[in-house]
Each structure stands twice: as C-alpha cells, then as structure tokens.
C-alpha cells in the first residue's frame, strides 16, 4: 500500500465513525495530517476546522503514539477534555489546566498551552512518544500578553512531532504557513473561507430590522431603503420631530407593526429580545462591551417580567443549578449574586462576563449550547473559542473600551463575534443585527462587514525565565539561533526587503536631483546644508521650549499636597479635582492621585495637562477616605463643588484661561511658556525663549547663510526648492535605512540585553554561557513579573512573613488593577506586611532602572491593591466581608486568587530557604478554600 492510499484510508475510516460527511478543506487537512506532515487550517468559525484535531488524536491512538491538544483558556480546555471523553472514553483522556490534573499520563492529554511550554522546559518524561500536538486557536499568538508562548512551543517542539494548527481565517494564513514550513519542515496550508450556515446581516433601527446588504443585478450593496430611513431619522432628529413608531420585518418581508411606550430610536434590551423571539431568531448572544452593562440587561429583563422558556423547564434549571453550587453556603451566594443570576436562568436569559463566579459562566455556556437558556449578555471574552453557537448575534455598539481608549472594532473582531451566528446541523442560515444609533453610517457597517482583511502579527519577545530556560536547555548560542527563527524575526526580516529596495530607490532619486540645483555663484549645495543646519537648531529651540514647559508642568504636579483644589487645564480630565494622593516619589515624573467633578479617580502625569497647575484652595479629606469605595468618592466630590463654588469669579476666570496674566499658571509667574507664548515664538528664536547658546549657534548660521555667495543668486528660490525636496528625501531615507538597521536581528539583540542583565543580577554565570543556582529557581517561575519575583527572593523580602502575610505580599506580583482604579495608598493588615510591600516597590524600583540601562523593557509595577482582602481571606474571613467596600468583582477575586495558588506553589518549589517553602505551600492552601475551592474552572 502506498503512502497516500494508507493515507486515504486512514481518513476514510475516521470519517465512518462521524455523524456527517467530511467538507473538503476537513479531508485535504486530514490527509495531509495522515501523511505526516503538519497542517495550518485557517477557517471561520463553526466550519469545522476542530475535526482535524480530533483526527490527529484519532491517528495518535491508531498508532500507539501520544496526542496533547492545547487551548488557550481553561474553560475550552475542559471543554475540548469532555468532548474527547465522550468520544474515546476516560482511561484514554487526561486534562492539564493550572487548577486540574486528571489522568496526565492518558495517551490523550488536553491541557493549556503554557502547560505544555512548562513541560518542555522542564524535559518532562511525559513528552516521551509524543507524536501529535494539536494548537487550537492559534492566532492567539498575536496576543500581546500570552502570544508568545505558542511560538516557544512551535520552536521547540521536537521535529517529530506533527503540528496541527488550527486558526481563525486571517489574510496572511500563507505567510504563516511558510514561517511554519520553515521552522517545523513540511506544512500544508488549508484556507477555507465558506461558512457551512450563511450568515445574514442585519442593521435594527428602532424596531425595524433591515437587511444590511441587498443584491440587484449581480451586484450586492447596503441597502438603499435602510440608507434612506437612516436619513430620515437624522432629519427627524435635527428638526425635533419624534423618532418613527417601530416596526419589525423579517428577512422574508412580512411586516408587523407594534406599539412602544419608548419614543426613542434605539430599542430597549427587552425590545430586542422579544423582537427576535417573535421572529424566531432565538436563541442569541447580545455582545455588550462591559461587565456592568450585561448584569444591567439581565435586571431590565426581569423587571419587565420577561420569559423566554416554559416555568417547568425554569424549575428543572433551577433544581440544576441548586445541585452545581451545593458546596456554598448562603452568605457566599449572596454576594456572588446568586439569586438574580438564578432568576434569569429560569426565565431563559443570562449574562456572561469575566467578572462572574466562573462555575457561573460554565453553567451558562452549558445551559445555552444545549438551547435551555435562549439568550445570553456577553463582554466579548465569549469570542473566545468557547462553544456557543447562536442563531443571532446583536452587536450593541460597535465602539468598545481596549484598555487605553475608546476604539472601534476591527474587522477582525466583527467577524470573530458575529461568526458566532450559525448552529451547523441545526440553523440554515446565521443573522447579525447591529442596533443602530445616531452617527452611525450604514455604508461604514457595510464594510466592516464585507472585509477580509485581518492578518496576524506575532507578538513575541524574550522574557527573563525565557532566557534562563534556553541557556540551560541549549546554551546561549544556539538560544540566539532559535530565536532569530520566530515568527515575529520572521515577519520584521520580510518588511525588510521592500524598505531597503525603498532606500536604495531614494539614493537614485538623490543623485539625480542634486544636479538640478547647480548654481555658477558657488557651491549650492553647501548653502543648502547651512539652511538644513539653521532649521534644525530652530526646531531644536522649540523642542527645548516644550520640554521646559512639560517640565515646568511636572513641577507643578509634584508641589501639590493632599486636599488641594486644583483646575486640570485641559485634555479628558478637564476641570477641577482635588488632589487625594500626593505624587510618587524617586526617579519616577510626579503622579499625584485625584477625584473628579465626576468622581473619578485618576493619575494625573505631566502628559494630562497642557500648562502648569496650582493649587485653588484646600479642603480637609476625611480620614476614612477610600479611593476605591463608590460613597467616598462621592462624598469628596460634593465638597470639591462646594469649594469651588466658593473662589472668588476672577480666580474662576483665570484658571480656565492659561493665557490670563492673573493665572498663576501663566509663564509670568511659572517661568513655563503658555501656548499663545508658544504661537509668539514659534519662529522668533532668537529671543528670551532660546538659551543664550541656542541663540548664538542660530545667529552664527544666519550669519554664515547671508554670507555665502549662492545668497545672492537670482534663482536661489528655485534652486532651494530642488534642495528643500532633496532633504526631504535625504531624510525619508536615513529614516528608512535606520528602520533597516534596527528591525534586523531585534529578537536577538533583545535577548543579549536581557543576558547582560541577567549575568549582572548572578543568573546566569560571568561568561552568560551557563545557568546559576539563581537562574535554576527563575526557570521555574512563570508570570509577568518573573525576575521581580526571583529578585524579592533573593533579596529575602518575604521571609519572615506568616503564610497569609506572605500570600498578601506576593498578591502583588498577580494583581492587575483596571485602568484609573488604582489604590494610591492601598489598605495593609499588618505592618510586617506594609514593610514587605514597601521592600518589594524598592526592589521593582531598582529592577527598572537596570532595565532601562539595559534598553529593555520595564516590568510593570506591582500593585498591592488586594494585600488586605487576600490577607483576610487567608485568615478565614467571609466572602462578604472581604469583598465589603470595593468595587472589585467576586468572579475577578476570586481568578486573581487562581493565580496567586499557581505563584505560591512555584515559589514553594524555588524558594532558597525551607522555611519559605512550606509557608508558601502553607499560603496557597489558606487561600484555596470557600468559593475558591469550590470552583476549579478558571
């Protein structure tokens, strides 16, 4: 039998054991799988591409060899373990996750992919005949934080093994194939851009739902009658007419018209839902970008009595919910806000986000993908891989917060979330409804709908435990070839090529029009590298200026105390606040903490104001100030309007005006220029603004530009405009062959900068060829602050900590508060813990600055916003009282406990000193008890 007959067959009786027939992209993967070679499956969402990895287990057990199937989240992790379960039973499937080891030593093994990245740093005998790893969802490799773990993998899997990559569709799918190809030997790439169900899109205005796109004549485009209605609202709206009594049509065109009680154009959640329930568009998922909104949709709904299952089937959920939380008690559920959760349920409705109990969300996931649960409010953490098909999608918005800023979505991210439309084998057809609101353009939706271009970048960069770990496992020469074979050295060498063949056109284009300025006066082009030299030192002079300005700013900013009033000139913080932290102090620019007119919270640093700020006036904070608790900072912003409203209308009037002379923000007063000083001196450098030295070296440029004999020519104009483009170009192209020269071996570059500073810190030996003692303990230390961690335990910060204290301490190294929601003067419960706190900042402190010196990038701070509440819950607290005054969320509580046990347990492996051991392995037990114990999902 030839190789692609046994092929052939191989597919041919994998597929007999299926309930449907294989597509055609799902048999040339698999064949090619069969064949021995590795595979990149890059299709929509419910195509079916997770049938190719279930075929290469199906071969790993045919062939006496090992399968790992990898996922990005735990929740799909167990999800993936049950399907394959079902399917080969539980001696033949075992499940690796951060908080479950079921049958590890099972042929099949389904496990997150930093679980498998462990093991090979480790050389675990598990890896022993292995022969298949499936990479489900493997553009997650472009995810900055986790992305580069599935490159580690895809590097350093033994050659062996056969990849079987499964991704969403992405434009590049062919380049990452070839980089594929190139580390892993033979890849087959497989495209496919059909979606099994047809996916319908949809813009609801009001209670009208339109089809978004409409075909005529061959041609599709947006749909003139939703174009004109859109029109017709933003008349309506201009003029102050009422918005259109709702209606809503089908996609087949009947017409039923129905009254509301609101008058306005965007429906109401409960509007919605019951529009789709009439239409037979259930069950569907609602993407609200934020945890607060889908708890809000669930209240709306019951509290208009909403229902969307029979009460018996709501009774039987019940019951089945009763029986997965048995192991809480009362007090725990009701702040995990048990009963409204389980009143929606049994109404046949839900919300879904990460701030829930994660038994919660797996409840959920569970109760919707078997159609007991008709619709679900999601943050788009749902887009995630989990299995949730829905027949509709609704897109609230299609604007959503990134961490940074308010963004609009990606075509990337609209087709991951509304791919979710579309049961294969149950729906014909998938639908997409945007709800419309005013500004937004039809024909723009239409094209984040019709796109199909999202490529994938790699996000990888060396890491300190990185480093260590391939010191040790290949030596550092051999660690710098590999890393110059990753994705991301791969994609930055391929936009190589076309910037250099760009800077080698330039140079051509340079030679030819320096012989358009030749002048019979003299030396044209040394005259224009005068005028070259004189623009620079003028904007050189404004760059002086400003930075006098930021710096003037950054002054202002570090003289304020707590409880001064001050007026934030400008920029998204505008307006007063009272300043209720005093700024950091060190090498670090002044940050003191505010609240705002609107309660807010905030940093203030030198980039949130545009002049220097004073303070107004002063007020006394209460001593049972809270930064984090809602009332306190309500409190604190009622009695910030009352001081205003008290200064005098002039103090008033010159703080909101930066130019006023009486402000004494103004430069009169500050010494820092304002911006109409800006606009007076932008080109008259000579003056107060510029040093004395700046102003001599411009003076002696423009002396030397009118005594050159090209100044007095007649075509001087003309031949400047030749030169101006020269420069122009001179500059494009030093620009592009700077750009050449530093995205050329960059991986590597990082990872001898990350080496120095590790022989420098004794974790790697003198030479850098070898690992210490040290660097033994950060191989086995995987977090974001790795070499903090490995740093503290050196430095012997944490030692004589009791187990909760230590938990509390190393909270730190875990927590990642939300933008703004910073604790600047976090609560501590002891002061041996508030000492460890302080020797950690200390240690992060000097860690940056080394950093820095080394090029590198800095490690985020650590934060100890939850040092007190980890502490109390260590000691055997309630649920309720530890969480009693903030504004955290159980669901993140307790996720920021999951990985505060994996951090303990890690240290309890490297720590130097026995003691240290067991009073880590001491903390992780006090912290896993309660609800945290109770849910080994996340």
Same mark, same amino acid.
């Given at each position: 039998?030839?190789?692609?007959?046994?092929?052939?067959?191989?597919?041919?009786?994998?597929?007999?054991?299926?309930?449907?027939?294989?597509?055609?992209?799902?048999?040339?993967?698999?064949?090619?799988?069969?064949?021995?070679?590795?595979?990149?499956?890059?299709?929509?969402?419910?195509?079916?591409?997770?049938?190719?990895?279930?075929?290469?287990?199906?071969?790993?057990?045919?062939?006496?060899?090992?399968?790992?199937?990898?996922?990005?989240?735990?929740?799909?992790?167990?999800?993936?373990?049950?399907?394959?379960?079902?399917?080969?039973?539980?001696?033949?499937?075992?499940?690796?996750?951060?908080?479950?080891?079921?049958?590890?030593?099972?042929?099949?093994?389904?496990?997150?992919?930093?679980?498998?990245?462990?093991?090979?740093?480790?050389?675990?005998?598990?890896?022993?005949?292995?022969?298949?790893?499936?990479?489900?969802?493997?553009?997650?490799?472009?995810?900055?934080?986790?992305?580069?773990?599935?490159?580690?993998?895809?590097?350093?899997?033994?050659?062996?093994?056969?990849?079987?990559?499964?991704?969403?569709?992405?434009?590049?799918?062919?380049?990452?194939?070839?980089?594929?190809?190139?580390?892993?030997?033979?890849?087959?790439?497989?495209?496919?851009?059909?979606?099994?169900?047809?996916?319908?899109?949809?813009?609801?205005?009001?209670?009208?739902?339109?089809?978004?796109?409409?075909?005529?004549?061959?041609?599709?485009?947006?749909?003139?009658?939703?174009?004109?209605?859109?029109?017709?609202?933003?008349?309506?709206?201009?003029?102050?007419?009422?918005?259109?009594?709702?209606?809503?049509?089908?996609?087949?065109?009947?017409?039923?018209?129905?009254?509301?009680?609101?008058?306005?154009?965007?429906?109401?959640?409960?509007?919605?839902?019951?529009?789709?329930?009439?239409?037979?568009?259930?069950?569907?998922?609602?993407?609200?970008?934020?945890?607060?909104?889908?708890?809000?949709?669930?209240?709306?709904?019951?509290?208009?009595?909403?229902?969307?299952?029979?009460?018996?089937?709501?009774?039987?959920?019940?019951?089945?919910?009763?029986?997965?939380?048995?192991?809480?008690?009362?007090?725990?559920?009701?702040?995990?806000?048990?009963?409204?959760?389980?009143?929606?349920?049994?109404?046949?409705?839900?919300?879904?986000?990460?701030?829930?109990?994660?038994?919660?969300?797996?409840?959920?996931?569970?109760?919707?993908?078997?159609?007991?649960?008709?619709?679900?409010?999601?943050?788009?953490?749902?887009?995630?891989?989990?299995?949730?098909?829905?027949?509709?999608?609704?897109?609230?918005?299609?604007?959503?917060?990134?961490?940074?800023?308010?963004?609009?979505?990606?075509?990337?991210?609209?087709?991951?979330?509304?791919?979710?439309?579309?049961?294969?084998?149950?729906?014909?057809?998938?639908?997409?409804?945007?709800?419309?609101?005013?500004?937004?353009?039809?024909?723009?939706?239409?094209?984040?709908?019709?796109?199909?271009?999202?490529?994938?970048?790699?996000?990888?960069?060396?890491?300190?435990?990185?480093?260590?770990?391939?010191?040790?496992?290949?030596?550092?020469?051999?660690?710098?070839?590999?890393?110059?074979?990753?994705?991301?050295?791969?994609?930055?060498?391929?936009?190589?090529?076309?910037?250099?063949?760009?800077?080698?056109?330039?140079?051509?284009?340079?030679?030819?029009?320096?012989?358009?300025?030749?002048?019979?006066?003299?030396?044209?082009?040394?005259?224009?590298?005068?005028?070259?030299?004189?623009?620079?030192?003028?904007?050189?002079?404004?760059?002086?200026?400003?930075?006098?300005?930021?710096?003037?700013? *950054?002054? =202002?900013?570090? @003289? +304020?105390?707590?409880?001064?009033?001050? $007026?934030? #000139?400008?920029? !998204?913080?505008?307006?007063? %606040?009272?300043?209720?932290?005093?700024?950091?102090?060190?090498?670090?620019?002044?940050?003191?903490?505010?609240?705002?007119?609107?309660?807010?919270?905030?940093?203030?640093?030198?980039?949130?104001?545009?002049?220097?700020?004073? *303070?107004? =006036?002063?007020? @006394? +904070?209460?001593?049972?100030?809270?930064? $984090?608790? #809602?009332?306190? !900072?309500?409190?604190?912003? %009622?009695?910030?309007?009352?001081?205003?409203?008290?200064?005098?209308?002039?103090?008033?009037?010159?703080?909101?005006?930066?130019?006023?002379?009486?402000?004494?923000?103004?430069?009169?007063?500050?010494?820092?220029?304002?911006?109409?000083? =800006?606009?007076?001196?932008?080109?008259?450098?000579?003056?107060?603004?510029?040093?004395?030295?700046?102003?001599?070296?411009? %003076?002696?440029?423009?002396?030397?530009?009118?005594?050159?004999?090209?100044?007095?020519?007649?075509?001087?104009?003309?031949?400047?405009?030749?030169?101006?483009?020269?420069?122009?170009?001179?500059?494009?192209?030093?620009?592009?062959?700077?750009?050449?020269?530093?995205?050329?071996?960059?991986?590597?570059?990082?990872?001898?900068?990350?080496?120095?500073?590790?022989?420098?810190?004794?974790?790697?030996?003198?030479?850098?060829?070898?690992?210490?003692?040290?660097?033994?303990?950060?191989?086995?230390?995987?977090?974001?602050?790795?070499?903090?961690?490995?740093?503290?335990?050196?430095?012997?910060?944490?030692?004589?900590?009791?187990?909760?204290?230590?938990?509390?301490?190393?909270?730190?190294?875990?927590?990642?508060?939300?933008?703004?929601?910073?604790?600047?003067?976090?609560?501590?419960?002891?002061?041996?813990?508030?000492?460890?706190?302080?020797?950690?900042?200390?240690?992060?402190?000097?860690?940056?600055?080394?950093?820095?010196?080394?090029?590198?990038?800095?490690?985020?701070?650590?934060?100890?916003?939850?040092?007190?509440?980890?502490?109390?819950?260590?000691?055997?607290?309630?649920?309720?009282?530890?969480?009693?005054?903030?504004?955290?969320?159980?669901?993140?509580?307790?996720?920021?406990?999951?990985?505060?046990?994996?951090?303990?347990?890690?240290?309890?492996?490297?720590?130097?000193?026995?003691?240290?051991?067991?009073?880590?392995?001491?903390?992780?037990?006090?912290?896993?008890?309660?609800?945290?114990?109770?849910?080994?999902?996340?």
């Amino acid at each position: 039998m030839t190789a692609a007959s046994a092929a052939a067959q191989a597919v041919a009786s994998f597929s007999a054991g299926l309930p449907f027939p294989l597509d055609g992209f799902q048999v040339q993967a698999c064949t090619a799988v069969a064949a021995g070679a590795g595979v990149l499956v890059a299709a929509p969402t419910g195509a079916g591409k997770t049938v190719v990895g279930e075929f290469a287990v199906y071969q790993a057990l045919a062939t006496g060899r090992k399968a790992f199937y990898t996922t990005p989240i735990k929740a799909l992790s167990n999800q993936k373990y049950l399907d394959l379960v079902r399917r080969h039973g539980p001696a033949q499937v075992g499940l690796l996750t951060g908080d479950s080891a079921i049958n590890g030593d099972a042929p099949v093994v389904v496990m997150t992919t930093e679980v498998l990245r462990n093991m090979m740093y480790a050389g675990s005998p598990a890896l022993v005949g292995l022969g298949y790893v499936v990479m489900d969802e493997v553009h997650y490799l472009a995810d900055r934080f986790r992305g580069a773990v599935w490159e580690e993998v895809i590097i350093h899997l033994p050659e062996d093994v056969v990849v079987v990559s499964l991704s969403a569709t992405v434009s590049n799918a062919e380049e990452f194939g070839e980089w594929l190809a190139h580390v892993r030997g033979a890849v087959e790439v497989v495209v496919s851009e059909h979606r099994p169900v047809p996916l319908w899109q949809h813009l609801m205005v009001g209670r009208t739902m339109y089809d978004l796109f409409v075909e005529s004549g061959g041609r599709v485009s947006v749909n003139p009658e939703l174009v004109d209605r859109i029109r017709d609202e933003e008349r309506r709206r201009s003029a102050g007419l009422p918005a259109r009594r709702g209606e809503v049509r089908s996609r087949q065109g009947a017409d039923r018209t129905h009254q509301h009680p609101r008058t306005g154009v965007t429906p109401s959640r409960a509007e919605v839902v019951t529009a789709l329930d009439r239409e037979g568009l259930l069950p569907a998922i609602t993407f609200i970008f934020s945890r607060a909104g889908c708890d809000a949709a669930v209240a709306q709904l019951l509290g208009r009595g909403i229902r969307l299952i029979p009460s018996e089937e709501g009774e039987a959920i019940r019951r089945l919910v009763e029986e997965r939380v048995a192991g809480l008690g009362d007090e725990d559920l009701g702040v995990l806000g048990y009963w409204d959760f389980v009143d929606g349920l049994t109404r046949g409705f839900a919300a879904h986000h990460a701030g829930m109990l994660p038994t919660f969300r797996e409840i959920v996931e569970e109760l919707f993908s078997a159609g007991r649960v008709r619709a679900v409010f999601a943050t788009e953490t749902l887009a995630l891989g989990i299995n949730m098909p829905a027949r509709t999608v609704v897109l609230e918005r299609l604007v959503k917060y990134n961490g940074e800023s308010h963004a609009d979505l990606t075509a990337a991210e609209y087709t991951q979330l509304t791919g979710r439309a579309g049961r294969r084998g149950i729906d014909i057809e998938g639908h997409a409804v945007v709800l419309w609101s005013r500004g937004l353009d039809p024909v723009a939706v239409g094209g984040l709908a019709a796109t199909r271009t999202y490529p994938l970048h790699s996000s990888f960069r060396p890491t300190s435990n990185m480093a260590v770990n391939l010191v040790a496992t290949v030596g550092r020469d051999r660690a710098r070839e590999v890393l110059e074979t990753s994705f991301a050295q791969f994609q930055a060498d391929r936009g190589v090529v076309g910037m250099a063949r760009a800077v080698r056109r330039h140079e051509r284009e340079l030679d030819e029009i320096a012989e358009r300025w030749v002048c019979h006066l003299g030396d044209f082009g040394e005259y224009a590298a005068i005028r070259e030299e004189l623009r620079r030192l003028e904007k050189g002079a404004v760059k002086d200026r400003q930075a006098r300005t930021r710096e003037h700013s *950054a002054q =202002s900013l570090g @003289r +304020l105390r707590i409880g001064d009033v001050i $007026r934030i #000139p400008s920029g !998204r913080h505008r307006g007063y %606040a009272v300043v209720v932290a005093s700024a950091r102090g060190g090498d670090h620019a002044p940050s003191p903490a505010v609240v705002t007119e609107d309660r807010q919270f905030v940093r203030l640093t030198p980039a949130d104001i545009a002049a220097p700020v004073v *303070a107004l =006036s002063n007020v @006394r +904070l209460p001593r049972s100030f809270n930064p $984090r608790n #809602p009332k306190s !900072r309500r409190d604190v912003s %009622a009695t910030l309007r009352i001081t205003v409203s008290r200064l005098p209308r002039e103090q008033q009037v010159a703080s909101d005006n930066p130019d006023n002379p009486r402000n004494p923000g103004n430069p009169d007063s500050t010494a820092a220029p304002t911006r109409s000083a =800006s606009r007076r001196h932008t080109s008259s450098l000579d003056g107060a603004e510029a040093t004395d030295s700046t102003a001599e070296r411009v %003076a002696a440029a423009r002396a030397r530009l009118r005594g050159h004999p090209c100044h007095s020519c007649p075509d001087r104009e003309e031949h400047a405009r030749w030169t101006q483009k020269w420069w122009r170009l001179r500059r494009e192209a030093d620009r592009l062959a700077a750009e050449v020269a530093g995205r050329t071996n960059t991986v590597a570059r990082t990872f001898d900068r990350i080496c120095e500073l590790l022989v420098e810190r004794g974790y790697l030996t003198p030479d850098g060829s070898g690992v210490t003692a040290q660097g033994q303990a950060l191989r086995r230390i995987y977090t974001e602050r790795d070499l903090l961690a490995a740093e503290c335990l050196r430095a012997g910060v944490w030692n004589t900590l009791d187990a909760p204290g230590l938990a509390a301490a190393v909270s730190m190294l875990v927590h990642e508060p939300r933008r703004d929601d910073a604790d600047p003067s976090p609560r501590m419960p002891n002061t041996a813990v508030a000492e460890a706190v302080e020797a950690t900042m200390a240690i992060w402190s000097g860690l940056t600055e080394a950093e820095q010196h080394h090029h590198l990038p800095v490690t985020s701070a650590p934060d100890a916003g939850l040092a007190w509440m980890i502490h109390a819950w260590a000691t055997g607290r309630r649920l309720e009282l530890v969480l009693r005054g903030s504004d955290l969320a159980a669901g993140d509580f307790v996720r920021r406990c999951k990985q505060l046990i994996d951090l303990l347990g890690q240290l309890g492996d490297v720590a130097p000193h026995p003691a240290l051991r067991r009073k880590a392995r001491q903390a992780a037990d006090a912290v896993l008890r309660g609800v945290v114990a109770a849910d080994r999902l996340d």
